[in-house]
C-alpha cells in the first residue's frame, strides 16, 4: 500500500511490533512490555488482565503464566486470545487477535531458570487464580518451596509459555485531531499471506 510508510512501513508485521516494542523500552517509565490479554470464558463472557509480552518470534507473541489460572482454563477452552499493547508515550498500540498454543519445551524452562530465585519460587508458591485465605499463607507456602527446592532452578509443570500467533494485526498511531493512522494485517489461519488496508479511525 502505498501510503503506508514511516513508523508503518514494511512488509513483515512482527518486525514492525519489534521496532514500536523497541522504541517503547527507550521512553516507557515502566513495563513498556506489558499488554491486556483478553479471553472469553465458557459462556462467551470476556476477561482481560495485563501480562508481560517476553517473546516476538519470527510468526507469533509469546508469554507465561500458570496453566492452573482462570486465563489458561479460558485460552485451553477456545484456543483463541486478543492482547492490545498501549504506549501512553508514543501514542500507539498493536493489536493482535490470534489462535495459541502452549509453549513448555526449551524455551520455557530457559525462560524460566533465567528469572531471579525469589520469581521462581513465587511461581511454585503461587495457585494462581485460587482463593486464598491470607498473605501469610502464601508467604509459608513459599518458604515451604524454598525448603523443598532450594536453588532449583526446573519449571513447575504448572507453569508455562503460550504462544500467541495472529490471524489479525493492527498497527494504530496517534494523529492530529483524532485523525489517527490504523493499518489492519489480516491473513487466513495458519496462511502466508497478509492483506493490508488501511482503516477510519
Ligand atoms: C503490568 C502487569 C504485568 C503482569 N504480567 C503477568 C504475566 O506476565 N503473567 C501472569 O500470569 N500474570 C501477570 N500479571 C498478573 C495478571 O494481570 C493477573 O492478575 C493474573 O495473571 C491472574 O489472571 P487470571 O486470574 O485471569 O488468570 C501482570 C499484572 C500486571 C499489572
Redesign the pocket.
Known sequence: MADRTGIFAGDDPFIIAKNWLAEATEVEPN?PS?MALSTVDARGMP?V????LKDIEDDAFV????YG????AEIEASQTAAFVLHWKSLRRQIRVRGTVEREDGAKADAYFASRSQKSRLGAWASR??QPLNSRGTLVAEVARMAAQHGTAKQRPEFWGGYRITPVEIEFWADGAFRLHDRFRWVRENGGEKWEISRLNP
Open positions: 513495563d506489558a476477561n488482565r495485563m501480562v508481560l508469554f507465561y503464566t500458570n489460572s482462570a486465563k489458561a494462581q487464580s
